[in-house]
């Protein structure tokens, strides 16, 4: 519950974050809180699942297989796979648009396989399963990454690949009705 007053934001955001929320509650604060009519709401997530090349992007996708027990929920991933496609969003479209989204943009970043591996233990289901005693980056996974990273003959064990992560944007405005 927020303390703002009615009508005194123009824009509230949210990150990678809006699949764990108790959206009826929230989106009536939202709507609350936004300026009427034109006060905006954005939320984007990533697929956590970043791509890479066949070879990198085949070991991972079994990996991700190992860790479906350890994510939050079913649902919750299934948000973030189809990029907010189906998450409740009672907002219309901006200015200019017909829809709300989402709107998929992608973020490239150059990445050596140490910080790949890094950018995996960060993930939540990596953390639970962690906190139940399992290790998913097992020394067969690890080689099997290093495998597939350094599968294209450059010489450069480990070296930079560039990874992409798409993310995904809903945006809407409050209206005049809400």
């Not at 027990?69 to 998450?87: D, Q």
């Not at 939540?124 to 294209?152: D, H, I, P, Q």
Request: net charge negative; proline share 5%; hydrophobic share 40%.
């Amino acid at each position: 519950n927020t303390s703002l007053s009615e009508s005194s934001l123009d824009l509230v955001t949210v990150a990678e974050a809006l699949h764990f929320f108790d959206l009826p509650n929230f989106y009536a604060q939202v709507k609350c809180a936004l300026k009427k009519p034109d006060g905006l709401f954005a939320a984007w997530c990533y697929i956590p699942v970043p791509e890479v090349d066949d070879k990198v992007n085949a070991v991972l996708r079994s990996f991700v297989e190992t860790c479906d027990p350890y994510f939050t929920s079913t649902a919750v991933k299934k948000h973030l796979e189809n990029g907010y496609r189906g998450i409740e969003f009672p907002f219309e479209p901006v200015d200019g648009l017909d829809h709300t989204g989402p709107f998929e943009f992608v973020l490239e970043k150059m990445m050596r396989l140490e910080n790949y591996f890094k950018l995996i233990r960060s993930w939540s289901a990596y953390g639970r399963a962690k906190e139940k005693g399992v290790e998913l980056m097992t020394e067969e996974v690890v080689e099997k990454f290093k495998a597939a990273w350094n599968s294209s003959g450059s010489g450069d064990v480990g070296g930079e690949k560039a990874v992409k992560f798409p993310i995904y944007l809903r945006i809407g405005k409050v209206g005049g009705s809400n």
